[in-house]
Each structure stands twice: as structure tokens, then as C-alpha cells.
Nanobody, 124 residues
Framework: QVQLVETGGGLVQAGDSLRLSCAAS????????MGWFRQAPGKEREFVAA????????LYTDSVKGRFTISRDNAKTTVYLQMNSLKPEDTAVYYC?????????????????WGKGTLVTVSS
């Protein structure tokens, strides 16, 4: 069982930056691909970004490309999401997720473990 705890959410203004962190409670963190997802009010949860086990492969949804950066520190068992140039439409609960499959492939909601989420609110 892997526990994931997200931190770093908050209320910011449009154009500001935030960095989300997700700490994993496992010594085998490097065996998991990691992803960030988000769920805006009244909408379904959607994929945001993912990173491979070693960090060499990364995927982003189109709406965050060039603004968000996902990274991981396997020694600290933590994955990050640096969010720059935030927009009101980025407002959502952001979830961290882990999956044991070997490669990123097509990112879906089928992840092994999920955190409880952290709220990001971007005001205009």
C-alpha cells in the first residue's frame, strides 16, 4: 500500500506560480510512474502531467504545456508540479497518483494509488 500526500495548494492570482508536492510513503518509489490529475468544480477529473520512473519521459495535457513542469526526486520519494502563469481555469483539486506499470503509455485514470488532493484556486 502506498500513501500519497499532496501539499502546496492555495489561493493565488492569475499569473502567479505555485509548486505542488506529493510525498509517497514507499521505499520503492522509483518503481512507480507518477502523475498529476485535477478536477475542476462541476467537471470530471482530468490528466495533467506524468513522469516515468527515472524521469526521462514526461507527458503533459495540451492546456498546461509550457506553463507546468513535473519533476521527481526518487531519493526524497516526492513528485512535484511547478505551475507558472496560472489561469482561473486552472482552479481545481489537484491529485497525485502512482502506478506500477513500466512505461507511461496512454495516461488514463487507471492508477494504482491516489492522494486525497490539494485545492488550487486562481482568482482573476
Amino acid at each position: 500500500q502506498v500513501q500519497l500526500v499532496e501539499t502546496g495548494g492555495g489561493l493565488v492570482q492569475a499569473g502567479d506560480s505555485l509548486r505542488l508536492s506529493c510525498a509517497a510513503s514507499t521505499r520503492t518509489f522509483s518503481r512507480y510512474i507518477m502523475g498529476w490529475f485535477r478536477q475542476a468544480p462541476g467537471k470530471e477529473r482530468e490528466f495533467v502531467a506524468a513522469i516515468s520512473r527515472g524521469g526521462s519521459s514526461i507527458l503533459y495535457t495540451d492546456s498546461v504545456k509550457g506553463r507546468f513542469t513535473i519533476s521527481r526526486d526518487n531519493a526524497k520519494t516526492t513528485v512535484y508540479l511547478q505551475m507558472n502563469s496560472l489561469k482561473p481555469e486552472d482552479t481545481a483539486v489537484y491529485y497525485c497518483a502512482a502506478d506500477s506499470r513500466p512505461t507511461l503509455g496512454t495516461m488514463t485514470q487507471a492508477m494504482d494509488y491516489w492522494g486525497k488532493g490539494t485545492l488550487v484556486t486562481v482568482s482573476s
